[in-house]
């Protein structure tokens, strides 16, 4: 069984965006960002009841684990805080516990969230492009390990195999042929598959999430940024751009 600390090594910085859209409408927008060991991702879906707009944070410890994971949506009352207990003692930083905000041996406080404590050995749900990058580059084909709902904490047993002689999407970025080898990626909870990631040359090219499908935007991140927000309501992309207003 592969674990988040075989496959999450050392990462070079990257920015990309994807678009959301169902059938032939575009309804939203996501962004990744990896840059000092933390895992930035927004998305932002857009509906007849108004915009889905959730924010996740998972900070790593270069060589070891994951240690601290923020999220928050649309339609929570509060962030939440999860952190992986084996992480925190490994680095000597005191443990989450009790009311209000808890210095770190640095000395800063922890950001606000109601706080969960995980197992360890789990990965929190935002973190699974990671997973599936280190694969892409690895060339493995498959990864096993326990995937932590980002808001509840509890963790689900999830697989990420490659499937072989499957179609294309649907949809692919543009300058992308079908005929192009594409290899198709299935993530699978209690052989459910959950979402599946098309793959060519080493790059993501789309996914799928429950008939809602994602199309990355391969530019330059600059200029990728500007034709993924274009069209969406303003207030979701500066959402988008710069994060919730807490």
């Given at each position: ?11 070079p ?13 575009r ?31 998972i ?23 999860l952190?992986n ?29 109601r ?6 050995g ?32 509890l ?26 080898p ?13 979402a599946?990631?098309w ?34 309501e ?5 959402f ?5 207003q807490?």
């Amino acid at each position: 069984m592969s674990t988040p600390r075989e496959l999450l090594q050392e990462w070079p910085d990257f920015e990309r965006w994807e678009v959301f859209r169902d059938g032939t409408q575009r309804v939203g927008a996501m962004r990744r960002v990896w840059k000092y060991s933390v895992l930035l991702t927004r998305v932002v879906i857009e509906g007849d009841e108004g915009p889905y707009q959730a924010e996740s944070r998972i900070r790593f410890i270069p060589g070891i684990d994951w240690d601290l994971s923020w999220f928050h949506a649309t339609g929570m009352e509060e962030p939440v805080l999860l952190h992986n207990p084996a992480s925190w003692t490994h680095t000597g930083s005191l443990p989450v516990i009790g009311s209000g905000n808890i210095p770190t041996r640095d000395g800063r406080e922890l950001p606000p969230g109601r706080r969960r404590p995980v197992e360890a050995g789990t990965l929190p749900g935002y973190g699974e492009y990671l997973v599936l990058a280190r694969m892409v580059a690895s060339g493995r084909r498959e990864a096993q390990w326990n995937a932590v709902d980002d808001e509840t904490g509890l963790a689900q047993q999830t697989r990420l195999v490659a499937v072989d002689d499957a179609p294309p999407p649907s949809r692919l970025p543009a300058g992308v042929e079908a005929s192009e080898p594409i290899q198709r990626f299935d993530r699978m909870v209690a052989g459910t598959v959950r979402a599946s990631h098309w793959v060519a040359d080493g790059v993501v090219l789309a996914s799928e999430w429950s008939g809602i499908h994602s199309v990355a935007v391969l530019d330059q991140a600059g200029s990728a940024g500007w034709e993924a927000i274009a069209g969406l309501e303003p207030a979701n992309a500066d959402f988008l751009l710069q994060g919730m207003q807490r």
